[in-house]
Nanobody, 114 residues
Framework: QVQLVESGGGVVQPGGSLRLSCAAS????????MGWYRQGPGKQRELVAA???????NYADSVKGRFTISRDNAKNTVDLQMNSLKPEDTAVYYC????????WGKGTLVTVSS
C-alpha cells in the first residue's frame, strides 16, 4: 500500500532551521508531484512548497527565500529545508503525493517558539 512517512519535526527557536523528510513507498515516485502542506492552529491546510516530476518548484509567498524543497527519485524522498523560521511557521507539516490520485502522510509537528 501507499505510505508517506514524514520525519524531522520538532521544536526550534525563531531564526533557527529544520529539515523535514518524507519517505514514499508504494507509488511510482518519479511520476508524482510531491508537496509539503501545513496546517497551523485554527487555520486551513495550505500549500508550502511543491516539486513536479520534472523538477519545477513552487512556493507559498510566505516561505519564499527561506524554504527549499528537493526530491531524490533514487531514494523516493522529498525534503523541505526550512531556514529563518518564524513563530507563524508553527504547524503540522504534511507530505503529499499527487498524480491521478492524492496521497497524504500523517504529518509532523513543527513548533517555532522561544
Amino acid at each position: 500500500q501507499v505510505q508517506l512517512v514524514e520525519s524531522g519535526g520538532g521544536v526550534v527557536q525563531p531564526g533557527g532551521s529544520l529539515r523535514l523528510s518524507c519517505a514514499a513507498s508504494g507509488i511510482s515516485f518519479s511520476r508524482y508531484t510531491m508537496g509539503w502542506y501545513r496546517q497551523g492552529p485554527g487555520k486551513q491546510r495550505e500549500l508550502v512548497a511543491a516539486v513536479t516530476s520534472g523538477g519545477r518548484t513552487n512556493y507559498a509567498d510566505s516561505v519564499k527565500g527561506r524554504f527549499t524543497i528537493s526530491r531524490d527519485n533514487a531514494k523516493n524522498t522529498v525534503d523541505l529545508q526550512m531556514n529563518s523560521l518564524k513563530p507563524e511557521d508553527t504547524a503540522v507539516y504534511y507530505c503529499n503525493a499527487r498524480a491521478i490520485f492524492d496521497f497524504w502522510g500523517k504529518g509532523t509537528l513543527v513548533t517555532v517558539s522561544s
